[in-house]
C-alpha cells in the first residue's frame, strides 16, 4: 500500500499547485491545454492498444464489459458521487453531471487508474513491497494533475478516493492476482485499457462525442478471462 499512498499524495501536491496558479490561466489557455492533454491521452490509448496480440479479444472485452457496465450503471454512479462531492465541497456555479468539476474527477479517476503501471506496481508493491514501479506512476500522474486541475478544477483531487480503492484493493490482493494474470492476459487488459482511454480523451478531454466512458471498466476484468478461455480451447 505504500506506493498507493505515495500515488495520492503526489496528485494532492499536483493538483494543489494546478489549483494554485489555474486562476491566473486565461480561459483560451486552459481549453488549448485540455485539447493538449485530450490528444496526449488518445495518442497513449492507442500506444496500448498496439499491445494487444489478438484484436479481436479486445473487441469481445469491449462488448461484454459495456454490456455489464451499462447493467451496473457504473457511469452513473460515478457522476452521482462526483456530484455528491461537488455539493458538499465546490463552490462553483455550474453543478450536474457535466461540470467542470465532475468533469475533473470523472477524467482524473479513469486516467490514474487505467494502464499497465497500476496492475503490475499494484501486485509488486502488494506481494514484495517495492513500490519502485508505483513511484514512477506517481509522479507521472502528480504532473498530469497539475495540468488537469488548472484547467478542470478540485473534482482532481478527489480522484484519489478512487485511487485509493481500486490501486489500494488491487495490492491488497495481489497474491491471488499474481498467480492468476499471465503475460498474454495482462497484454490484452493493456490493449483494452487503452481502447478506455480513447474514449476518455474523445469524450472528456476533447468533447467531441458525449461516451459513457466509465461503463467500458469491466472490460479490464473481461479481456484476460477470454485470453483464459481461449487458452483452454
Not at 64 to 80: P, S, Y
Not at 134 to 161: E, M, N, P
Not at 182 to 208: F, H, K, Q, R
Request: proline share 2%.
Amino acid at each position: 500500500m505504500t506506493g498507493t499512498v505515495l500515488n495520492i499524495i503526489t496528485v494532492l501536491i499536483g493538483g494543489g499547485i494546478g489549483l494554485l496558479f489555474g486562476a491566473r490561466i486565461p480561459e483560451r489557455f486552459k481549453s488549448t491545454v485540455i485539447a493538449g492533454m485530450g490528444l496526449f491521452t488518445a495518442a497513449m490509448g492507442a500506444q496500448m492498444f498496439l499491445k494487444s496480440e489478438n484484436q479481436l479479444i479486445v473487441l469481445g472485452a469491449m462488448l461484454v464489459g459495456t454490456l455489464l457496465g451499462e447493467w451496473m450503471k457504473i457511469e452513473d454512479r460515478l457522476q452521482a458521487f462526483g456530484m455528491s462531492l461537488e455539493k458538499r465541497f465546490s463552490s462553483e456555479d455550474e453543478s450536474g453531471a457535466g461540470s467542470r468539476f465532475v468533469r475533473g474527477f470523472m477524467v482524473a479517476s479513469l486516467l490514474f487508474c487505467i494502464g499497465p503501471m497500476t496492475i503490475l506496481g499494484s501486485i509488486q508493491d502488494g506481494l514484495t513491497g517495492d513500490y519502485q514501479l508505483l513511484a514512477v506512476k506517481s509522479t507521472l500522474d502528480g504532473f498530469a494533475s497539475i495540468a488537469f486541475a488548472s484547467t478542470l478544477g478540485a473534482g482532481v483531487l478527489f480522484s484519489t478516493i478512487v485511487i485509493l480503492i481500486f490501486q489500494g484493493g488491487i495490492s491488497l490482493l495481489a497474491g491471488v492476482l499474481s498467480a492468476i494474470i499471465s503475460d498474454p492476459m495482462m497484454n490484452e487488459m493493456t490493449a483494452t485499457g487503452g481502447v478506455i482511454l480513447a474514449g476518455l480523451a474523445v469524450s472528456n478531454l476533447l468533447e467531441i462525442k458525449k461516451i459513457r466512458v466509465g461503463n467500458f471498466l469491466p472490460a479490464l476484468a473481461i479481456a484476460p478471462f477470454i485470453v483464459w478461455i481461449v487458452g483452454k480451447i
